[in-house]
């Protein structure tokens, strides 16, 4: 009888549920003073380079806006006006100096700004493939493509004239990595 009500329980199925959960910490600590952040446009040598900086500080925007909506730390400022404002006042950011000076202008505790390098080349190359007309094998000659970004960005608090963080992002590119497989090479259809 004693025995019965302690082996009533030994073949149940436990109903309690446990959920773990993990939030690293951020990459980048922003200091608890800063709550207006501007993303400046990231500066270039050349056409090419420009473009490529404005897509990385859109990125950077998106990332920064996202994470925000979970936190909601700070205030991004909005970019195109920003950017308006850089163009009328014929100002490129490519200095803390510069960063500092606007950021008082733009009324923000922290200035995102930054570099982009692009580097490509072409090469032509050539690869066997399968020539269905005449059931046998074919060269095809092909542009081989070579592209490397690099990133650099610089964080400063404005009120202070410190920086934050500064890092570099590469990032490299090889059209023959980069397209299909050697089976969908080989007919053609990389």
């Not at 930054?114 to 032509?124: C, I, P, W, Y």
Request: charged share 25%; glycine share 6%; hydrophobic share 35%.
């Amino acid at each position: 009888v004693i025995v019965g009500p302690l082996l009533a329980g030994c073949g149940e199925e436990a109903t309690t549920t446990v959920q773990l959960s993990y939030e690293r910490p951020a990459q980048v600590q922003i200091p608890e003073k800063i709550k207006r952040i501007a993303i400046a446009e990231f500066s270039g040598k050349s056409g090419t380079e420009q473009r490529w900086g404005g897509i990385a500080a859109d990125k950077l925007s998106t990332a920064l806006a996202n994470a925000n909506r979970t936190y909601n730390r700070y205030e991004l400022v909005d970019r195109q006006n920003l950017g308006k404002v850089l163009k009328e006042q014929d100002i490129q950011i490519m200095s803390s100096e510069q960063a500092i000076k606007f950021g008082k202008l733009a009324n923000v505790q922290a200035m995102i700004f930054g570099n982009v390098t692009v580097s490509a080349h072409d090469e032509r190359a050539s690869r066997q493939q399968v020539d269905f007309a005449t059931r046998g094998m074919k060269t095809v000659y092909y542009t081989k493509r070579f592209v490397m970004v690099s990133v650099t960005l610089t964080m400063t608090n404005v009120d202070t004239s410190m920086q934050i963080h500064k890092f570099e992002i590469t990032k490299e590119f090889d059209s023959d990595k980069q397209s299909g497989s050697p089976l969908e090479k080989m007919i053609g259809f990389s």
